[in-house]
């Protein structure tokens, strides 16, 4: 049987926050389906944890072209939900895609070109079953590919109808204005820029956090939690189902080391100070500055989805805090 949606989901109305200068708002907590939603996952765990995101007001999903594995099967997976559970609430929805990494064989399946842009939109949408995506990404700078190229195929999926938003990844902040400065000119305006920001990864705050300002755009944080190492996942070892205990493609375990370890204890004690999570500090640590708009989070567990949420009741932070945090992760 379809889902019924709680009637609840927007009783908490702090919960959203307005994208740079636009006119959308979105989650401060967003859901990231890069993994545990792939073609090799569970299905009703992965259902699981869309609905539950819906309930609890989560009403922006991030994807791209090549999450899974295999590549595609993230999508696929969304278009199922949304099929079979969502399909009466698509305009509460804030949908986004990519394409910049490689999906398909050939010279025509990665980077940043117009041929590759607008293929790869297509066979998301799809995927999705969808007529539109919210936000369409590049979802890297590409050295090879004129930067006007990429950014005329982002317009030209608004201008189609195909997406309504164009957005950027991982460009760096003279990128950023260079493509942000396209993008007006051509009359679809960035909203959102999504970068990798978290208290052990803070290149944004070299500049592009004052690019985002400056230019309207919203920030997405991506890996706001490390991958999970930024909450109590690991602080007594690796659980054999933890993202380093069985998928170390992108989390290995011997990246946690014990100098990490140390750290975590300390931020931990913080956290438990303030009455948080250690995942809860680090989500309110992002969200505290006013370039960012939304934590993007990923999830194997519903539960993990609750824990972030419960940052929301404590994102201020003392300048002693601050200072202490500052003094362990410096
Ligand atoms: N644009 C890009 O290039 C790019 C790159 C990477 C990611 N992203 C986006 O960012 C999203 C999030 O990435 P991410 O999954 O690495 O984010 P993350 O939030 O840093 O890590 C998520 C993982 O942390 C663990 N976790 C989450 N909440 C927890 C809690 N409260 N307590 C304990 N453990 C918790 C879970 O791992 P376990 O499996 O161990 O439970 C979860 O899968 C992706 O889905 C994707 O949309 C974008």
Known sequence: MSHVPSPDRYSNPSLYRRC???GVKLPLISLGLWHNFGGVDNF????ALVLHAFDRGITHFDLANNYGPPPGSAEATFGRVLREDLAAHRDELIISTKAGY??????YGDWGSRKYLLASLDQSLERMG?????????????????????MGALAHAVR????????LSNYSAAQTDRASSILRELGTPCLIHQPKYHMFHRAPEQGLLDTL???G?????????AQGVLTNRYLNGIPADSRAGHDPRFLKPESITADTLARLRKLDAIAKERGQSLAQMALAWVLRQPAITSALIGASKTSQIDDNLGSLANLSFGAEELRRIEAVIA
């Open 102 to 107: 490689d999906m398909w064989e050939g010279p």
């Open 20 to 22: 740079g200068r636009s």
């Open 130 to 150: 969808l007529e539109y995506v919210d936000i369409f990404y590049s979802h890297r700078p590409d050295p090879e590919t004129p930067v006007e190229e990429t």
């Open 213 to 215: 300002a400056r230019e």
């Open 160 to 167: 189609s109808g195909k997406a309504l938003y164009a957005a």
């Open 44 to 47: 009703q765990n992965s259902r």
């Open 217 to 225: 755009i919203g920030g997405i944080a991506f890996c706001p939690l």
